[in-house]
């Protein structure tokens, strides 16, 4: 397995307003790597006394070096930055996770964070439609991607490969009346489920298929590039990963991990998710350009630790249906 390790450096100079916190944090996560870099760039600003080392792969690949290490007894890191919640709610379970009651989650909706304070929820990443301006009509609802005109041209990623997309599988199954029967209709529609979100932005941008399911910021951030496509966020609303952050029960520097916490849920740490093109879990936040009225985004439902008990069943019933 590729590992990408980047050291970021402490910063040279104070900076006016940082925390007096000391020390040193171990980062796995599953950002980017630009925006990775970004996030502790910024939080080094904050915290100029504490040095950071950082870890950069899929959430599966930094869970399989995460388990590995503990098998051995020598985990590493301090802090979890990874895709979403059913991780955490594994790993919680597992008794991985140190609980942290004093996080500031001042502006955040209760429904992002763990109840028992464990993880806390620092964006949105939304799951909706993109359509290829050349499209015959323009999608307003996930029912439109079952439409005779949309026949063959619609594509997604597989739940099979991307933990985004068996979220966003179990929360539409879980949100339309349809239940199921509505992926069974995607795919007597002639619906293709495979690869990841870049994979459907590559298929209907270059116009190989003309709509497609995908996570919020791919495609608004290449239309501002002037790539020919739009997104929606269908009426029936979208589901959402929240990319959360944890502190590991087994961390070394616990206040420097807080000190990370506090930054991502804090107004200046949202600010940067904001500026990298994210939806910010703080209300007083707003949103990127690109994105409508905070207001008029319907996150649909779903139970995170029902998802995980599922999940074996939900990829065998979604392999099921699509291959009917």
Known sequence: MHK???????????????SAADGKLVLYTSQPNTDAQQTVDAFMAKNPGIKVEWVR????????????????GQPQADVLLIADVVTMEGLKKEGRLLAYPG???SGIDTALYDKDKTYFSTK?????????????????SWEDLTKPEAKGLVAMPSPLTSG????????????????????GAL??????????NGDVLKAVSGGDKLFGMIVDYMPIREKAKGAPVEFVFPKEGVSAVTEPVAILSTAKDTDAAKAFVDFLLSKDGQEVAAKMGYIPARADVALPAGYPDRGSIKVLGYDAAA?????????EKFGAVMSQ
């Open 307 to 315: 998802a995980l008990a599922n999940d074996a069943a939900n990829k």
């Open 4 to 18: 990408i390790i980047f050291a970021a450096m402490m910063l040279a100079s104070a900076v006016t307003g940082a």
């Open 57 to 72: 792969d899929g959430t599966p690949k930094i869970l399989a070096k995460l388990r590995a290490e503990i098998e051995a």
């Open 124 to 140: 949105l990443i939304t799951t909706g439609i993109v359509y290829n301006t050349k499209a015959p009509f323009v999608p307003t």
């Open 187 to 196: 795919a007597k529609n002639g619906a293709q489920a495979s690869g990841g």
């Open 103 to 105: 996080a500031g989650v």
């Open 164 to 183: 985004a997309a068996m979220i966003h599988a179990v929360t539409l199954t879980g949100n339309l009346p349809e239940g199921w029967d509505y992926y």
